[in-house]
Every structure is written in C-alpha cells, then in structure tokens.
C-alpha cells in the first residue's frame, strides 16, 4: 500500500505545481464604496426637556439625496472630543450608545431608527434637568448609512464599535462628509 501512495503523491504533487497559465480576462469593476455608504453630521443637537430629551429626524426632511432602505445598517457615532495632534485635527467618534458616568449619575446617549427616521435621545440614571450643558447642548453626532447587503459582504472583517475601522473598510473621506445643523 506504502507503495501506491508515495507514487501517487508524487504525481499529484507535479500536476498542481504546473497548473499556471495566461492571466485571464479582467472582471467587472468592484462596487463603488463611496456610492454605497453615506455619511452626514448632525450638528448642533439639543436635548432639551421641552423635546423629552431627544433629537427626531427623518430622512426625507435630512433631504440626503438617497433612499434609506429597511434593511440599511444606521451607525451613530458621537463626537467625543477634538484635538490637534501635530498640527492636524484629531476627533475621537464614539458608537452609540455611550455611557457618561457623572455625578449626577449615568447618562446614556442611545438611538432607534425606523423606516422613515430616526432619533437620538438621553436616558440613564441621572435627573436630566440637573446634567450639564455640556452633556446636552451643542452634540455632534456622525452618521454613516450603509446597506444591509453590503454590510453582510463586510460584517466578519469589520469592528462597527470602531469608528476608525468603518472608515477604512468604507473608504469614508472625513473632509467630504455633510453636515446638517439641528437648528
């Protein structure tokens, strides 16, 4: 049997060895990353007890210039923080929902979405008419849409809680993105 075998590997071993070619036809042009995923800001967010502590949009007054299916991923990203380091701007996106622990006791910022829109809003343990205003004015909020089967092609190789790995993977172009003011 010992026999058999070692002839066989050797000859199997020879043929994969010489299995090159002529490169063949070039294939279709890939997706358009930029053409599948969209990124706006929203800027100057409020939360406000008049508005129940949240922040409403839908996407069709967001005027965004493309449908926003069902089954499209919605990512919410809170700006956390600018800096410049070494002369360049830095800002550090957190996903939603982000947890603040302060003394007047947690603050979670979280979000839902539905078909037509979606909201931003605080909870948590902490009286909301007592945080500071740095917690409930002026937030920026980035939002990248993506969709679903797009998302699924991608999912296994990409961190959605890191911002950063989003942006590499969805080619996004942070000098390009939209903003859009609450206000």
């Known amino acids: 049997m010992k026999k058999i075998i070692m002839p066989l590997l050797l ?6 060895q010489s299995c090159e070619g002529p490169e063949g036809p070039q294939g279709p042009p890939g997706p358009d990353v930029e053409a599948l995923g969209k990124t706006f800001d929203l800027t100057d967010v409020n939360f406000v007890a008049a508005e129940d502590y949240q922040f409403g949009l839908t996407f069709a007054a967001a005027k965004l210039g493309f449908e926003v299916l069902e089954s499209d991923a919605v990512l919410v990203y809170i700006n956390w923080g600018s800096e410049n380091v070494n002369g360049q701007p830095l800002t550090a996106y957190r996903p939603l929902p982000q947890t603040a622990f302060l003394d007047q006791g947690i603050l979670t910022y979280n979000f839902d979405r539905t078909v037509q ?24 909020f980035r939002v ?31 000098s390009k993105v939209r903003k859009i003011s609450a206000k």
Do not use: C, M, W
């Open 144 to 174: 990248i849409i993506i969709p679903a089967d797009f998302v699924q092609r991608r999912n296994a190789a990409v961190d959605f809680n890191d911002y950063n790995a989003v942006v590499k993977a969805f080619n996004i172009d942070d």
């Open 11 to 16: 000859i199997v071993a020879v043929l994969f």
């Open 117 to 140: 829109d979606f909201s931003i809003f605080l909870d948590g343990t902490a009286n909301l008419a007592t945080v500071p205003a740095r917690y409930t004015r002026d937030q920026e």
